[in-house]
Nanobody
Framework: QVQLVESGGGLVQAGGSLRLSCTAS????????LGWFRQAPGKEREFVAA????????YYADSVKGRFTISRDNAKNTMYLQMNSLRPEDTAVYYC???????????????????WGQGTQVTVSS
């Protein structure tokens, strides 16, 4: 069982930055590929970014490419999402997710992930 806890959300003006963190309880954190998803009010949850177990492979949704950066520190059992040039349409609850995988594949599909955090709210004002 893996427990994931997100932090770092908040209110920011358009054009600003935030860094989200996701800390995991897993003893073998480096065995898990990770991802970030988000859900805006009235919308379905959508993929944001994913990272392989060793951090060498990343994948981004087109809507965030060039603005967001996903990374991980396996020594700290933590994944990050650096969000720059934020826009009002980035407003959502952001979730981190984990799946047991030591391949280079970075999945954008919700169904691929076995464990989810409770989410952290990000609000971008115009």
């Amino acid at each position: 069982q893996v427990q994931l806890v997100e932090s770092g959300g908040g209110l920011v003006q358009a054009g600003g930055s935030l860094r989200l963190s996701c800390t995991a309880s897993a003893r073998t954190f480096s065995s898990y590929a990770l991802g970030w998803f988000r859900q805006a009010p009235g919308k379905e949850r959508e993929f944001v970014a994913a990272i392989s177990w060793n951090g060498f492979n990343t994948y981004y949704a087109d809507s965030v490419k060039g603005r967001f950066t996903i990374s991980r520190d396996n020594a700290k059992n933590t994944m990050y999402l650096q969000m720059n040039s934020l826009r009002p349409e980035d407003t959502a609850v952001y979730y981190c997710a984990a799946r047991l995988s030591r391949t280079t594949y970075t999945s954008p599909y919700e169904g691929s992930y076995d464990y989810w955090g409770q989410g952290t709210q990000v609000t971008v004002s115009s």
